[in-house]
């Protein structure tokens, strides 16, 4: 018994099987047949490795922005000068990946809590009697008194007052020179699959480069520095008219390597395109042109609580950041290998079809290729 | 010589191997294996093609998202009345994918900087060893100064005074009203690997509709106007509850698209459910309920710098963009078929086994199926 | 012909074709083939299935994360104290994934809209015509006037004044107590294709435990309460040297996922890492170290707006969230077995090649395996 085992593994490691084959000596069906399979290994080679990088397995990055606005900004109102710093225009102050310039603005001083007429065009009336007391409209000011004032012929509202007048906005935009303010971006993506991490700030691109380039699609694409008159360009925007109305740009960081090169290779391209808010675009965009958020100043003046409000139209930039990583991987490379076989086979069944079933001597062909077990009979 | 290997060539090109088969004619062994031939191939046709759409190549959207509060809250506490606008509780201002809408708050006015004793409950003493001077307490409001401060029975610290008295939180909610502020949320999405871009304003939602739209999950579920009551309920809390402890809501736009059909066929699902402090949830989410941070609006008295301290209690909106976009292509169709080819070999093994060790005439069909080489002696 | 048809069908069905086979008996190749084969089943088996799980398929997470900081700061300037709690150190207020702490500041009270010289360094000047009326500089603080100041030998803007001096960044930092703060982190994710939520708050986390835990990579890894100079030392900095210049943090909660054993097992783990301003990294990051930038608070003074600036050096936070879930799914399974089959195929290639052309009696076992058919002659 124990013999018989040995035998049984001896015999397994010392044979081994292989198809027998019939090899058809037929030039139509043989050139028929090496170009499927031609065709299908320069698909697995050409398209599978080569073109689509089948060998190698992708990651995508995880990584942090951090921004920086330098610039000032200027305007002069009936007189009165004053200039604007990064404290006074970037929302929000600390550098996130996704903050507002402001380039213009609608500014409401002094307001306090009190009693006063909506703005016209809202709450319109011609009596007390169109001002429900205590309601409220969704775009209104505030809550209603009740009362309809007749020097406006709107609603009296409980309201920061004066109540806000944004119905026209100022243009040309009040900071046309946000044009020439600078971004500087700093971005560091690690991929957790590979365990490499990169920043943006990359080799050659050091403190001495930074303090004086500006960044060029062509000249310096690796720049750090950004003019913002510069990416409403490159997004296809107008500045003027972004300013105006405000608008949202997203600039994209986009960091597409191969790892089977040198790590240094790795090296963000830049890329901006308009978010919302392009007045060229489909009417669907149209729906809701602009960018624009109120902001408030609170202050303490003969201990009443005011405030000055602005409506800030600006530009909102999204740093966005995007990755794909590759590299050679054995599963990905196997898999591809041995899906590449199956297709083989398929072939291989194809050219059989026409073997067996469409050539004029296809019961010869058929005759060599299979062998009948007469045991049909047998249940 | 040379005319070897054109002969070699003219070969390889003229011939074509095909597998010699044995035909078994059996009909329990037939019907078995069949039937598991045609189930792999439903399993690839039906599962793999039809199913899981095996045919397609995946890709996720890098998208961005602008959000725009509108509605006005009124408060009167002692007959002091005052309303509360888009400027006073949106935190932060500018529209973030992530913002709070306020609904409860405990005020603190007037803090200026000195000494006074601790709230009650912290920093507990009854005489001045028990008040370590220049101490913190990390749940603390200051600095210990070292005595011990009778009429409290609390320890003295330096800090913001008077500190903030958070024991009870208002209920019912200061702003009961924020059920009926709307929220307008603008997203839009690129799938880089396809070159497609969508917005939530899809086709048809235009100015017009937008004006006068309020979102519904049956009759208008693709209006980007949401009323904070209606998304509360739909994530399954109780606002009132919800408003007085605050809460975090996500509000998930799902773009799941099939680009095989035409583009405009892509239209946002949106998708609302709690994040943290579901009074109604188990105990591991019970263990921080509430969402609340403080905020301070700091302004200058009599050359005295003072504060307004505000705990807001309030509702926090996560816009959660979600996405998968599949598209036909070629690479895992082709994988999916090779691979399908890879387990109809397995179905031929299964009924090789069958065939050559279970049936009673198995040394039959062994010797039909191996030729055997007599050359076992050789080295 | 209908019996044609239905004896073709009952002919599919009860026969089964398996391919002819050469059994051939040779130890040496029969050795080296089994090997082959043993390789390539223990690959798909060792490392497909069991190292590289191929039979699972995976998911990442979108997620919500909420922070809240707590401790407080005291500074003694010139015998004036004062503390910093959490509405005074932490931007933005709300519990953001991403906000910094403050850990040093340059502080400028009371400046006004005004004409002052710049600040030394900057716009250097010996007379008038060095300084252009109406222009600026990029990294100056104002617009010029024309005039140059003896005084300071630097021109006059029109500015925020006095201008911010910001030559001297104080060491050691003002708030070195930061140290001692602490970080709550709550953190919630989704994994859609699995339909699984979980929070890091999870099964054993409850008020209790956290009401009195502090992080501790191997004490307390689940403890979502973090000292900030527990973070800073994890993460490979020098904590005075960070708080003086500013730095940025990345908190990494990391859930790996396997959804084949129970729902409870997947639990976070937190990483910490440097994302810039690390000392010790090479030139390239020394491009740019530290994190600032500038925060102001107005108000408003005897009518005329003033503001405190603030040039805030602190530590930011990034909380990054990642996720890989995995689970048992049929296609990869089955696709994995497929290639499988196919570079057995592969293996049965390589044999072949070994039997039919390196063998001495290679003539012996190519006409065992093949049948030619005498048909060449044929078109």
Redesign the interface.
Known sequence: MKNQITNAISD????????????????????V??IIQLGVLA?IIG??FIY?K?YQSTDIA?G?V?T?M???G?TSINGS???W????YV??????????VMTNYIITEGQK?GKCPELHGKHNCSSNADCEGGS?K??????MTGECVKETKTCQ????CPVEDDLVIPDPPMLM?AE?Y?L?I?N?V?F?LFGVSR?N???G???G??SKCLYHPENAPLCPIFRLGDIVKLSGFNFETIATVGG?I?V?VDWTCNFDVAVTHCKPKYAFHG??GNPTET??????VG?N?????????D?I?????LK?FGI?F?I?V?SLARKFD??PT?????????????A?VV??LV?LYLLP?RA??KN?????????A??
């Open positions: 397994f490691f010392f044979e081994y099987e292989t198809p027998r084959q019939v090899l058809v000596r037929n030039r139509r069906v043989g050139v047949c090496r698909y398209w599978v689509e089948g995880v942090s951090f920086k330098k610039g000032v200027y000068e004053r200039v710093d990064v404290a006074d929302f929000p102050s600390q550098g996130d990946a996704s903050f507002v809590m409220f969704r775009t209104g000011h505030g809550q509202v409980l309201a920061w020179s020439n600078t500087f700093k560091s690690t957790p920043s700030l990359v080799e691109i050091d403190a480069y930074i949202a997203g994209v978010l919302y009417d669907k965009a149209r729906a809701s960018y958020f109120r902001y408030a100043k609170h202050y303490m003046e201990s609580p005011k405030r000055t409000l800030v909102r999204d966005i995007q054995i599963i196997l898999t591809a290998i041995g899906s590449g076989v199956g297709i083989f086979g398929v291989t050219c059989d073997l001597k010869f062909y060599m290729k299979f062998k009948y077990t007469d045991t049909h047998q249940k």
